[in-house]
């Protein structure tokens, strides 16, 4: 049962990546809008 707590974690993982470059992208295109 140790691998589905792996995976969990895997996606858990590469799920809050995704969130993070997305909210990186925003906030660049927001300052960008700023000047």
Known sequence: ???FTW???LGLACSVGILN????EFRISETEREE
């Open 21 to 24: 470059a997305m909210w990186l």
């Open 7 to 9: 995976v969990l974690g």
């Open 1 to 3: 049962m140790w691998y």
